[in-house]
């Protein structure tokens, strides 16, 4: 009879079972102030945490606010940490795990794609834009720009279908998020 202990019965830290890594959605609250940002991605990199997404702008002006919007990927611990160190910063308001909430929030992002194309490339190109809901916003007679809108998944999808088509280049916004409800942050 063996006198191992099972990983998952184990009473230390490093033998324990590992745990899945999960992609989270941080919405973060802080003073519009300068370094404020320079702080939040001095804690991710100091860490060596990584950020997937990062979006930022005032929403406040009276009150001087503004809203970081940071995708992350970790274990459940490692997520948790990261809220932790957020939230000691002197300058943050508040964090919210928008993943983690009751109501998860609604998340979308904002793509130009640039695709290059004639004959019938052209006429595929705009075909699945408009099954993409894409807009035309500039045109000439070699080369659409397309602005899309939504989940990521679906800006990544439509870049994909690009490829073939002629894709010359893509601008992202990265993910925005707020939290459904009537509660604000």
Known sequence: MSNATPASASHYPAATVKEKIERHTLSVLVDNEPGVLARVIGLFSGRGYNIDSLTVSETEHEKHLSRITIVTSGTPMVIEQIRHQLERLVQIRRVVDLTDSAMPGIER?????KVRG???NRVEALRLA????ARVIDAGTESFI???????????SFINLMLPLGLVEVSRTGVVAISRGPEGM
Do not use: C, Q, W, Y
């Open 109 to 113: 992002e904002l793509a130009m794609v």
């Open 118 to 120: 004639k004959g019938e």
């Open 130 to 133: 408009d099954a993409f809901r």
């Open 146 to 156: 397309f602005e899309i809108t939504g989940a990521s998944e679906k800006i990544e």
